[in-house]
């Protein structure tokens, strides 16, 4: 039987604590600017976003123009079709609103099940304020992005396999951001069961969206997300957009911006490897949250997209 006394003995305590007024103060943020984008009619990413989920019904490409919906096009995954549906299911005015909030809860969320003192989330959760901002201002995905990295290192934490993996694998077959929950796999103690989680779940989140649309359109997808990304990734880099990371930084610096994207990946990903070397700390607490604050900072720092609204990942 439910408590009510207790529970709403729990909110209230909750609200005048310093974790309540930060999530009060995220939540507002995450509220002001989906009102503010309506008001303006500045929600194009949204649009993109609910799109998704009407092409995935009517067997259209996830990738192609949509001028009469939105500007630009999407670069998310398949499994996104499903993941945005409850949202795009509303009217847009409504789905916006819930879905910047969901962003924001998630990821709010994701910080609590940090094992850190309760003071430094709060810390987190005020320098995290000007990202939020602008996830929040452009309705972007990357709050939840963030949240299944942070996941997928707190469920593995608590021996939790099953739920680590299935955010290690939903946030890669979204955006490929994801797949750096697998750095966490050398903490894993069963990794013969956990790459077993990892396969089942990828079974999973590949044929889902065929219980939605046609498997050879499904199929055909995943081959027009590899070359979208492709094309993406080449706009980037030769079209004078800088991005906003060690890539762009280098190439602003010296004028040169036909360096190879390699250049910048080998030597990231070597770095970022060097700490694993450290076999006997694997169990340390203090060096699995510097390995989670690494993989955080990874696809933001190396990326050839990186905006002020893709920092809140880090």
């Given at each position: 039987?439910?408590?009510?006394?207790?529970?709403?003995?729990?909110?209230?305590?909750?609200?005048?604590?310093?974790?309540?007024?930060?999530?009060?103060?995220?939540?507002?943020?995450?509220?002001?600017?989906?009102?503010?984008?309506?008001?303006?009619?500045?929600?194009?990413?949204?649009?993109?976003?609910?799109?998704?989920?009407?092409?995935?019904?009517?067997?259209?490409?996830?990738?192609?123009?949509?001028?009469?919906?939105?500007?630009?096009?999407?670069?998310?995954?398949?499994?996104?079709?499903?993941?945005?549906?409850?949202?795009?299911?509303?009217?847009?005015?409504?789905?916006?609103?819930?879905?910047?909030?969901?962003?924001?809860?998630?990821?709010?969320?994701?910080?609590?099940?940090?094992?850190?003192?309760?003071?430094?989330?709060?810390?987190?959760?005020?320098?995290?304020?000007?990202?939020?901002?602008?996830?929040?201002?452009?309705?972007?995905?990357?709050?939840?992005?963030?949240?299944?990295?942070?996941?997928?290192?707190?469920?593995?934490?608590?021996?939790?396999?099953?739920?680590?993996?299935?955010?290690?694998?939903?946030?890669?077959?979204?955006?490929?951001?994801?797949?750096?929950?697998?750095?966490?796999?050398?903490?894993?103690?069963?990794?013969?069961?956990?790459?077993?989680?990892?396969?089942?779940?990828?079974?999973?989140f590949f044929i889902l969206p065929m219980f939605f649309s046609s498997p050879l359109t499904i199929f055909e997808s995943y081959q027009e997300w590899f070359i979208a990304l492709a094309e993406k990734n080449l706009t980037n880099t030769t079209q004078g957009s800088v991005p906003i990371s060690i890539i762009?930084?280098?190439?602003?610096?010296?004028?040169?911006?036909?360096?190879?994207?390699?250049?910048?990946?080998?030597?990231?990903?070597?770095?970022?490897?060097?700490?694993?070397?450290?076999?006997?700390?694997?169990?340390?607490?203090?060096?699995?949250?510097?390995?989670?604050?690494?993989?955080?900072?990874?696809?933001?720092?190396?990326?050839?997209?990186?905006?002020?609204?893709?920092?809140?990942?880090?």
């Amino acid at each position: 039987m439910i408590n009510f006394p207790e529970l709403l003995r729990k909110g209230k305590t909750f609200s005048t604590s310093k974790q309540g007024i930060i999530f009060f103060i995220w939540l507002a943020i995450a509220l002001f600017f989906a009102i503010n984008s309506l008001i303006t009619h500045r929600f194009n990413n949204y649009l993109i976003f609910e799109n998704v989920f009407r092409n995935l019904l009517s067997e259209q490409s996830f990738y192609a123009q949509y001028p009469q919906f939105h500007d630009d096009v999407n670069h998310y995954g398949q499994v996104f079709s499903l993941f945005i549906a409850p949202f795009a299911m509303l009217p847009n005015w409504l789905g916006l609103i819930l879905w910047n909030v969901f962003n924001c809860v998630i990821l709010f969320y994701a910080l609590q099940t940090l094992p850190v003192k309760s003071d430094k989330r709060v810390m987190i959760g005020y320098i995290a304020i000007p990202c939020l901002i602008e996830s929040m201002l452009n309705q972007q995905f990357n709050a939840t992005a963030a949240a299944f990295i942070i996941l997928s290192f707190t469920r593995l934490n608590n021996n939790k396999g099953l739920w680590s993996s299935l955010f290690i694998v939903l946030g890669t077959f979204i955006k490929l951001y994801g797949i750096l929950g697998l750095a966490f796999f050398f903490f894993v103690k069963n990794k013969a069961r956990f790459i077993l989680y990892l396969s089942m779940w990828s079974v999973v989140f590949f044929i889902l969206p065929m219980f939605f649309s046609s498997p050879l359109t499904i199929f055909e997808s995943y081959q027009e997300w590899f070359i979208a990304l492709a094309e993406k990734n080449l706009t980037n880099t030769t079209q004078g957009s800088v991005p906003i990371s060690i890539i762009g930084f280098f190439r602003s610096l010296i004028y040169d911006y036909d360096i190879p994207n390699l250049a910048f990946l080998m030597p990231g990903a070597f770095i970022f490897m060097i700490p694993f070397l450290k076999w006997s700390s694997f169990q340390d607490k203090t060096f699995r949250l510097l390995i989670l604050a690494s993989a955080l900072l990874f696809p933001v720092l190396f990326s050839t997209s990186s905006e002020d609204c893709t920092y809140i990942i880090s």
